[in-house]
């Protein structure tokens, strides 16, 4: 039986998991602002955990409907098939966004999910009492201009959360953002992929991991690993594939520097923990002091944005700096995300393309300057 399928995104990154999704051999993808959606079976909600490198979470579309009032709202919950998906002994909780809608209130558009669901069960397993001591589950209500869509999250904690991060520094670049700006620039695998700017290592080590295809899911646990419907054997042999999958005889040319000595002890732990720490030569360094590490490399990076009072001054001279230092070859490619709206002058150059991304909660603009193709050798 078919499965709708969601995964979450954030807002300017539809388009890149989109691409994952076709990558993946997903069918009937759709998207909209924040979600792709996509038809599936119960292994491709193993895949999709392992696989999706930018999406937020993979959800069950349990259906959608149009609620203006409470009753609507408890009628046509009910009337989806929970136990299809939920056991007897499963537990469940609801959480819940309104935007925009009659219902407004998302503390009683839960409750209402919650008790509508719980009748359904009753029905499903003619019962009145539930023990509630197996897996569970977490069902979403989503209200956007009155149209409900209920759906059950599959993924647990968000699909950034790779594993090897156990510790970040303050204000940490997500991995998921991470792999879309290698996924939006010119970085293949043979080229030199250069980050001055890499904190606790994320952008280099994500491209490792795209060099050496390892599944992003690969370390950690997920919801649905408990579920009956699925069963621990899917998971099993998806994993087993993933591991067969890697490609050990790569070995990316990737340089990650900071001027933080903490930073860049902390990146080195993270990239072995992530079995790409032969892949990746991370350095002390500031900003103004790289040399560019050979010909036709990208540069992909996360820098301060100033945001903090008595920071805007230096910020600008190193952007002034990064420019000066790009323009020394101009066989190489940049891309900068900042929430810095006159970067390109301080840069001294219009980018190629711009993109309107989120970074966590900050507004920001991905700024592409885009070299030359690396010539076929």
Not at 125 to 142: I, N
Not at 291 to 298: H, N, R
Not at 329 to 344: A, G, L, N, Q, R
Request: proline share 4%; hydrophobic share 40%.
């Amino acid at each position: 039986m078919s499965i709708q399928l969601i995964a979450s995104t954030t807002f300017g990154l539809e388009s890149v998991v989109k691409r994952e999704c076709q990558a993946l051999g997903f069918k009937n993808i759709n998207t909209s602002d924040g979600k792709v959606e996509f038809m599936g079976e119960e292994k491709d909600i193993v895949t999709a955990n392992l696989w999706l490198r930018c999406a937020g979470r993979v959800w069950v579309k349990m259906g959608t409907f149009r609620a203006v009032t409470f009753t609507e709202l408890f009628e046509g919950t009910k009337a989806l098939p929970w136990g299809d998906w939920i056991p007897e002994d499963g537990k469940f909780t609801v959480v819940g966004k309104s935007v925009k809608s009659t219902l407004f209130s998302v503390p009683d558009c839960q409750s209402i999910v919650k008790k509508a669901i719980v009748e359904k069960l009753k029905d499903k397993y003619k019962t009145d009492w539930f023990d509630e001591t197996g897996a569970s589950y977490t069902v979403q209500v989503g209200i956007l201009k009155d149209v409900v869509t209920l759906a059950i999250d599959t993924s647990g904690s968000g699909l950034h959360m790779r594993g090897y991060r156990a510790n970040a520094l303050d204000a940490p670049l997500k991995e998921s953002l991470a792999s879309a700006m290698i996924q939006l620039s010119y970085w293949r695998k043979d080229r030199i992929l250069l980050d001055p700017f890499c904190g606790s290592g994320t952008i280099p080590i994500e491209a490792a991991m795209l060099a050496r295809n390892i599944a992003p899911g690969l370390q950690r646990k997920f919801a649905s690993e408990e579920w009956e419907r699925i069963g621990k054997d899917l998971w099993k042999e998806a994993r087993t594939k993933a591991y067969q999958a890697i490609d050990y005889d790569v070995t990316p040319q990737i340089y990650g520097s900071d001027i933080d000595a903490a930073a860049i002890a902390l990146a080195k732990e993270n990239a072995e923990k992530a079995g790409v720490d032969d892949c990746i030569t991370f350095e002390v360094k500031a900003s103004q002091e790289i040399v560019l590490p050979g010909k036709y490399g990208i540069l992909i990076a996360n820098p301060p944005y100033g945001e903090r009072i008595g920071e805007l001054k230096p910020v600008e001279e190193m952007y002034r700096a990064l420019g000066t230092t790009m323009k020394s070859d101009p066989t190489w490619s940049t891309y900068v995300i900042t929430s810095m709206e006159y970067f390109e002058t301080l840069f001294g150059r219009k980018a190629n393309r711009k993109r309107k991304l989120f970074n966590g909660r900050i507004k920001t603009d991905y700024y592409q300057f885009e070299g030359p193709r690396k010539p076929r050798a």
